[in-house]
C-alpha cells in the first residue's frame, strides 16, 4: 500500500486543521493506522493511532482532548483532526500503517509500522 499524507499548513495558535492520510495499491480494510510526528531536531515521536475497525484509538498524552483520528475505509482515508493548536505542535506529520490480523490492534511504536506516507508539514505560529 501507499500513503499520501496531506493537509498540513501554517496556521495560528488555537487554530485547527485536518490532516488526511490517503491509501493506494491496497485497501486499507485490514490495516491498523497512525500517526506519528517528527519536529526539527527531535526524534519521531507517536500522536495517534487507530484500529481497523475504529473502535479502538489511543493518543499521545499531549494531543489527548485535542486531536481526534478517524478512519474511513470505504474512501481509503484516514484523517487526523487537530483543534487548540499549540506552537509545540509544529512537525512534519506522518501517517503510517500496518496490516494486521486483529480488528481491535492500535499501536503507538513507529517500528511497528511498515509503511509510511511521506510527511505534511504543519507550523503553528504563537
Given at each position: 500500500?501507499?500513503?499520501?499524507?496531506?493537509?498540513?499548513?501554517?496556521?495560528?495558535?488555537?487554530g485547527?486543521?485536518?490532516?488526511?492520510?490517503?491509501?493506494s495499491?491496497?485497501?486499507?480494510?485490514?490495516?491498523?493506522?497512525?500517526?506519528?510526528?517528527?519536529?526539527?531536531?527531535?526524534?519521531?515521536?507517536f500522536?495517534?493511532?487507530?484500529?481497523?475497525?475504529?473502535?479502538?484509538?489511543?493518543?499521545?498524552?499531549?494531543?489527548?482532548?485535542?486531536?481526534?483520528?478517524?478512519?474511513?475505509?470505504?474512501k481509503?482515508?484516514?484523517?487526523?483532526?487537530?483543534?487548540?493548536?499549540?506552537?509545540?505542535d509544529?512537525?512534519?506529520?506522518?501517517?503510517?500503517?500496518?496490516?494486521?490480523?486483529?480488528?481491535?490492534?492500535?499501536?503507538?511504536?513507529?517500528?511497528?509500522?511498515?509503511y509510511?506516507?511521506?510527511?505534511?508539514?504543519?507550523?503553528?505560529?504563537s
Amino acid at each position: 500500500v501507499q500513503l499520501q499524507a496531506s493537509g498540513g499548513g501554517l496556521v495560528q495558535a488555537g487554530g485547527y486543521l485536518r490532516l488526511s492520510c490517503a491509501a493506494s495499491g491496497d485497501t486499507i480494510s485490514g490495516y491498523a493506522m497512525g500517526w506519528f510526528r517528527q519536529a526539527p531536531g527531535k526524534e519521531r515521536e507517536f500522536v495517534a493511532a487507530i484500529s481497523v475497525s475504529g473502535s479502538y484509538i489511543i493518543y499521545a498524552l499531549s494531543v489527548k482532548g485535542r486531536f481526534t483520528v478517524t478512519r474511513d475505509n470505504a474512501k481509503n482515508t484516514v484523517y487526523l483532526q487537530m483543534s487548540s493548536l499549540k506552537p509545540e505542535d509544529t512537525a512534519v506529520y506522518y501517517c503510517a500503517g500496518d496490516l494486521v490480523g486483529s480488528p481491535i490492534v492500535a499501536r503507538r511504536v513507529a517500528g511497528e509500522y511498515y509503511y509510511w506516507g511521506q510527511g505534511t508539514l504543519v507550523t503553528v505560529s504563537s
